[in-house]
């Protein structure tokens, strides 16, 4: 390749990207706004046209971003991932290691079709109820999840923003590629399955051998999250145990009486819901009446439950037939609240006040004065400061709470939740993978195709679909898409790659350029991003690999899956979302995640030649 003069447009566009560079390293700006004002000084400056300037905003990747963090917020509403968890508790058996591995393994799948961050907000609460559940420390949990997710991202072509923004960078290298050489073809959803599988389960492997000694000492778990209810309320109230279903046989002394009644009953655990006919309810009121074949749900110690279950001759059930969906942790829940000065239930009692007919509110327990009442709240008059534990569903909470009678301290889901539209999710949800198998259709529209039947079948709403939307890291994407296509066009790209070749002992081998490449962007990824590195080293790795006659796709493939290469910075956004949680120190992420970062560049290394090898490509032609 001959030499490039180095003009003054490539003088420009390596000193957007130096600034660049320099803005994100030292935080003083939002990231965001530095990708604005990079966009308007190539706008500026003449190295996009006007024309073109904007034309990332409406990009296959942007749009492919949008509708991933879309159905992601879809799955969640229907509680999917809640079922996921209680799935997990049943197969791990209480065995650590099993539900590390299931619940690493599980993660990391679903990283193939949603956005990385995305996947780790719907895991946050996943691994705190499995770690109130099984007294596993969340530092135990939260680093092997966060690091299967980040490696499960490389399974498919919309696992992550680098592989999705992949695909419209090669396109646009078309237009500035040398004469002769062949035109760069997108890849197909399922590309880089063979990676993604080899990077899994190198992170499962590595926590499964290295983990115990390496979270040994990590975190500390100090204090409680407020997704961490379950053990908090043990603690705090002795409200503990799971929740059953007793069915009312006809020899059972219960037949007639009131809910009110059998609460009273001595040894009763928690009684919370009942089914009479057809109709469930969650709270039912004291004076429903519990018949033959009525279901109560019952929470409470699985001792106490049987114990209940043969002085009253009921059936026990520890699986939920009938009240999977009330008792859904996305649905329904314990939360504490505080009664005003203000308030008007100051003086009244709960049965007087009618919490569970009017309000749908079951009345656990009151804290008063350090002191916790359990015995025969129903019949205590509130006082103002009184902390009231309540177990109800959360859109009955936040429509009691609004008239202000007590303050909720809790932190709850406040969407409305969909577990009946599960089904309806999940067939669209396979539909959509299916469109993005065909290479006739494009991801973008594939995935579209998916949010348009969420909306339509009302798993989602509108408003709730533009909520899901992180803009932040759309607008990030959309205004740094145009600094690759000016690092391609002024030539910037070609001239750094020439030069570099031409500093480097003739007939070195791929390999190492592409190890040099895959470490050089991981750098990158700590500085500027996981997005502005794909950005900024994919054209340069496609003119590297032309000027030592390589596969330009194979570098520009190891440069999109080296930007997710950060576990030892919170730069990274599924990092930082688990290293508060977690307690994780800046020192022990780099213990954990330095060699991990280096196994990845080896493994990504390897795969992507023999992905690219002649006899890989005949085995599966």
């Known amino acids: 390749m001959d030499t490039l003069i180095l003009t003054s447009d490539m003088k420009l566009v390596l000193g957007l990207v130096a600034l660049t560079m320099v803005m994100f390293l030292f935080e003083r700006v939002r990231p965001d706004l530095v990708a604005l004002v990079v966009l308007v000084l190539l706008g500026l400056t003449g190295l996009v046209g006007a024309e073109d300037l904007f034309n990332g905003f409406s990009g296959n990747a942007v749009m492919s971003v949008i509708a991933t963090m879309i159905l992601g917020t879809g799955l969640d509403r229907t509680g999917a991932l809640n079922r996921l968890a209680a799935w997990l508790l049943r197969r791990a058996k209480g065995v650590e290691q099993r539900l590390l591995l299931f619940t690493s393994a599980i993660a990391g799948l679903n990283s193939s079709m949603m956005q990385n961050p995305s996947v780790m907000a719907l895991y946050l609460p996943v691994a705190s109820r499995l770690s109130s559940r099984t007294g596993l420390p969340l530092s135990r949990l939260l680093m092997p999840i966060a690091a299967a997710i980040l490696m499960g991202g490389g399974l498919t072509m919309v696992g992550n923003s680098p592989l999705i923004l992949l695909n419209d960078l090669l396109v646009s290298a078309n237009a500035n590629l040398p004469s002769g050489v062949a035109t760069l073809e997108p890849m197909n959803m399922f590309a880089p399955l063979p990676i993604g599988v080899a990077l899994l389960l190198a992170s499962l492997a590595y926590f499964h051998f290295f983990g115990e000694k390496l979270l040994a000492e990590d975190g500390s778990d100090g204090g409680v999250t407020p997704a961490r209810t379950q053990s908090y309320f043990a603690k705090s109230y002795g409200i503990e145990g799971d929740v059953f279903e007793l069915t009312v046989t ?4 219960l ?18 819901a009942l089914k009479t006919g057809n109709e469930s309810r969650l709270a039912p009121p004291a004076d429903s009446r519990i018949w033959v074949g009525s279901v109560i749900g019952a929470m409470g110690s699985r001792q106490q439950a049987l114990d209940f279950a043969q002085n009253h001759f009921l059936k026990l059930n520890s699986r939920l037939r009938e009240f999977g969906d009330l008792f859904n942790p996305s649905r329904a829940g314990i939360s504490e609240a505080v009664v005003p000065p203000t308030s008007t239930f100051i003086g009244k009692t709960p ?15 009151i804290n008063r004065d350090k002191e916790v009442l359990r015995d025969d709240v129903r019949n205590t008059k509130l006082r103002a400061g009184d902390m009231l534990v309540l177990h109800s569903i959360w859109q009955d909470l936040a429509r009691t709470a609004a008239s202000r009678d007590f303050v909720v301290v809790t932190d709850y889901p406040k969407g409305e939740q969909r577990p009946h539209k599960f089904k309806i999710a999940m067939t669209i949800f396979a539909i959509t993978m299916l469109l993005a198998l065909s290479s006739r259709i494009p991801a973008s529209v594939a995935l579209m195709t998916g949010v348009a039947g969420m909306l339509v079948t009302g798993v989602l709403k509108m408003d709730e679909a533009y909520a899901a939307i992180n803009w932040k890291t759309v607008f990030l994407m959309a205004c740094l898409i145009p600094l690759g296509w000016a690092m391609d066009s002024s030539g910037a790209a070609a001239w750094v790659a020439g030069h570099t070749i031409e500093r480097l002992p003739q007939g070195l081998p791929d390999w190492i350029l592409q190890l040099a490449v895959g470490l050089l962007t991981t750098a990158f990824s700590l500085v500027i991003s996981h997005v502005g590195a794909t950005i900024v080293m994919v054209p340069l790795a496609i003119n590297l690999a032309l000027a030592a006659d390589a596969n330009p796709t194979a570098f520009a493939l190891i440069v999109a899956l080296s930007a997710s290469n950060n576990f030892m910075t919170q730069s990274n956004p599924v990092i930082s979302m688990v290293a508060g949680p977690a307690n994780y120190s800046a020192r022990e992420l780099w213990r954990v995640g330095g060699p991990l970062s280096l196994i990845y560049t080896a493994v990504v290394v390897v795969m992507v030649n023999m992905l690219f090898s002649q006899w890989w490509l005949r085995l599966f032609s």
């Open 250 to 253: 006809a020899d059972s002394p």
């Open 351 to 365: 049965g007087e006040l009618e919490l569970r007919k009017k309000h749908g509110i079951s009345l656990l327990a």
């Open 255 to 272: 037949v007639g009486m009131s809910m009110g009644e059998a609460e009273a009953l001595h040894g009763a655990p928690l009684l919370l």
